[in-house]
């Protein structure tokens, strides 16, 4: 394990330094809300976060992403041909991520990377990207990473794990990666590392015992999926959701999209939009029958697909990395944490 | 105002024994601080779960629609009046409700108390006319006055303006409230002004439709956004396309907002989305002198004709 310390002092200059050879995405505080966005040449990504309001899975899968492009005016050379839409895969570096969030991508992997299909938009945008964490000292009351399966200072995912000492930053290389973007930025103070070790796993153990919220997991993928699918449960759960698409839209493990096309006047492109299977469209079929009419039976849908249908599918734990998000800003006080647990413990 | 509850709790528990109704739509305490999950009792044992207090702020009135049952609901002054819309819209028979009015003081407005307290917030308690909030290291005790949600502060409808029961005596109304203070700086604004004030105020939208699922007006079988044959709006982030998604909400509630404020406290972006309905509220008052949902014996001025209209 090598760990270097990073005097903050010393960060902005190595930033900038980065800048040149890395497109940097990081936090940043919008009309009082924290998002992840590109950061602006200079522009310092603001640490001083619990947690983004909106997660960031848009730095690989934008909410709206320009596929291909199109040209319908025959006297146009390459009508009626589809052309990929030319995009700045060049590397970049999302710069104080989350751990939680970090491990979601590698929870959505799965769906956008099997043997079989490979999506080129999500993956080349992921490989382009080094993954450059901030250690989560102080996890909110909404934070359940712990029993969903990671962890305030978990690494999976990450390039590199930085952990704020206040006046420092201790940066562990996790990947070669990690070892590359260190060493475009220049920040070179070595630390003793079992000194670095201590601190680390100190401040970890801190961290995890500042977590207060859980959820049962254990006995989700031995249940049989029809019971819980049939379960008297839901309609009680559901009732007070207004079916918005909030949760599925901050969540960072939800990967689902539309895709349409938008001709103006004789070109046009094909896009993708993220969608929400809170929504009436998300299932409507050409005929007009709508397998899920209901707000309780969208309501099962998301949860058995995060809580059941992944666990059984991928065998990699439940399709949630813990961050809380949902359970904030829910307008509607929607906890998974309860469903979850009741969805556990139903015989 | 929190001691509505034994009362709310005694007409709902004596109107299921009765069986008066089916069902009672409330709200029970929420999982997390300042929030309150609406929900539904069917067994008068059960009524013992029922809240009352500050975080009761999504519009109960959303609930009611496309039921079977018989239902008591608690509501306050601006739940009341969507009722009456509900009501003359024919979206709901008023025999088919038993209202349990609650005379309203204010709800307060979380993201506002979240925004200004320093820390993670762990416990909000609440006391008559003060809000205490405790994070890990700080507590701070607030003016309930100073965190309410804006549209309660500027409120002149408290009480429920039709109901079979109230839980209290009615509040007295705020009088000499100065309402359209801000819609009126935006009415001064230079064209350009107004146009980068609203891309401003829109950029952050994610089109989750959290605004629109709170309302209580919005309950058209297939929402315009959601029209695919043939599909009148692009559903990307694109910003025209989001402006046009709130301007035609907008206008498709002038003459039935009733300023409830749901639909900026649904925002998990924190959009000041009542700025647009707050003006057609402005207008539709000056215009045909109409407040929406206070008399079930008048029609809304939209869809009405009177030779005495204005031009």
């Known amino acids: ?347 | 105002m929190l001691k509505y509850i034994d009362k709310i709790k005694e007409i709902s528990k004596r109107l299921l024994n009765e069986k008066a109704v089916d069902i009672v739509i409330g709200f029970q305490k929420g999982t997390i601080p300042m929030m309150n999950e609406p929900c539904l009792i069917n067994k008068p044992e059960n009524t013992d779960s029922l809240v009352w207090d500050s975080n009761c702020r999504i519009n109960l009135a959303k609930y009611l629609t496309g039921r079977n049952e018989k239902i008591a609901v608690i509501v306050k002054g601006c739940d009341s009046r969507n009722i009456v819309t509900h009501i003359i819209e024919n979206k709901i028979k008023r025999d088919q409700l038993f209202i349990i009015g609650a005379p309203c003081k204010g709800m307060i407005d979380r993201h506002k108390v979240a925004s200004i307290f320093e820390e993670e917030i762990i416990e909000v308690a609440e006391e008559e006319n003060t809000i205490i909030v405790r994070g890990n290291t700080a507590e701070k005790t607030f003016k309930k006055t100073d965190v309410m949600q804006e549209n309660c502060a500027l409120c002149i409808h408290r009480n429920p303006v039709i109901y079979d029961e109230l839980a209290a005596k009615p509040v007295e109304e705020q009088a000499n409230i100065d309402r359209y203070e801000d819609v009126r700086k935006i009415e001064e604004m230079k064209v350009e002004e107004k146009n980068s004030f609203f891309d401003k105020t829109f950029s952050a939208c994610v089109r989750c439709y959290a605004c629109r699922n709170a309302c209580p007006l919005c309950y058209c079988p297939t929402c315009f956004v959601d029209e695919s044959h043939p599909q009148w709006l692009g559903k990307s982030i694109d910003p025209t396309d989001t402006k046009t998604f709130h301007l035609l909400r907008a206008f498709h509630c002038a003459g039935r907002c009733t300023d409830c404020g749901a639909c900026e406290q649904a925002c998990p972006m924190g959009i000041n989305v009542r700025l647009l309905t707050k003006k057609l509220e402005k207008d539709c008052f000056d215009i045909y002198g109409w407040e929406a949902g206070m008399s079930l014996d008048k029609r809304p001025p939209l869809d009405t004709y009177s030779p005495d209209d204005p031009n």
């Open chain 1, 1 to 347: 394990m090598k760990v270097i310390q990073i005097d903050k002092k010393n960060w902005a200059k190595g930033l900038e330094r980065i800048n040149k050879s890395y497109r940097l995405f990081g936090p940043v505080k919008e009309n009082g809300l924290h998002v992840f966005k590109e950061l602006e040449k200079g522009k310092l990504p603001d640490l001083n976060y619990l947690n983004t309001t909106l997660s960031p899975k848009s730095v690989v899968y934008p909410q709206s992403e320009i596929m291909l492009e199109y040209e319908l005016d025959v006297s146009k050379e390459n009508h009626h041909v589809m052309k990929e839409t030319e995009k700045d895969y060049s590397q970049r570096a999302l710069i104080g991520v989350r751990p939680c969030d970090t491990a979601a991508f590698l929870l959505v992997k799965p769906n956008f990377d099997t043997p079989e299909y490979k999506d080129p938009y999500w993956l080349r945008s992921y490989e382009a990207t080094t993954f450059v964490g901030l250690a989560c000292n102080n996890p909110q009351s909404t934070c359940f990473c712990t029993s969903a399966g990671y962890g305030p200072f978990n690494e999976d995912g990450l390039d590199i794990l930085l952990v704020d000492t206040d006046d420092h930053f201790l940066a562990k290389i996790i990947s070669s990666k990690g070892e590359d973007f260190l060493r475009a930025a220049g920040w070179e103070t070595n630390i003793d590392p079992d000194t670095a070790k201590n601190i680390i796993s100190e401040m970890k153990q801190q961290a995890e015992n500042k977590i207060t919220s859980f959820v049962s997991t254990e006995k989700l993928k031995d249940k049989e999926v029809n019971k819980l699918f049939n379960a008297p449960f839901w309609e009680n759960l559901a009732f007070a959701c207004i079916n918005c698409g909030t949760c599925t839209y901050v969540c960072p493990t939800c990967w689902c999209f539309d895709v349409q096309d938008e001709t103006h006047v004789s070109s046009g492109i094909r896009i993708r939009n993220w969608d929400s299977c809170m929504f009436p469209l998300f299932t409507l079929h050409g005929s007009g029958h709508n397998p899920r009419n209901t707000s309780t039976q969208r309501v099962r849908q998301r949860f058995m697909h995060k809580l059941k249908y992944y666990v059984d599918k991928y065998n990699n734990g439940i399709q949630c990395v813990g961050c809380g998000r949902c359970i904030r800003l829910c307008p509607v006080n929607i906890d998974i944490r309860k469903i979850c647990n009741t969805m556990n413990n139903y015989e």
